[in-house]
């Protein structure tokens, strides 16, 4: 019993000071994402977005053309 009363005042403790320095800004992402402004919602972060993006396609076609050749190469007979 006295370990659970412990338990509970930590996190007690623990709860109310993590609280204390955040604000809810889940109205103004609404804002944002819903805006009607022609852009897909995976770009409406901003520039931090674009270049997540860009980063993940470039990755993504080079693991394709990578995966291509080694599957070309592995195609043909070898000498050993």
Not at 24 to 41: G, H, S, T, W
Request: proline share 2%; with cysteine.
């Amino acid at each position: 019993m006295r370990a659970l009363r412990v338990s509970q005042a930590l996190v007690r403790s623990f709860s109310s000071t993590a609280r204390q320095g955040f604000q809810n800004r889940v109205a103004e992402k609404q804002k944002l994402f819903q805006a009607d402004n022609d852009l897909p919602v995976h770009l409406k972060g901003g520039v931090a977005d674009s270049i997540l993006y860009r980063l993940t396609m470039m990755l993504t076609m080079g693991g394709t053309v990578y995966t291509l050749y080694c599957l070309g190469w592995a195609s043909f007979p070898h000498k050993k």
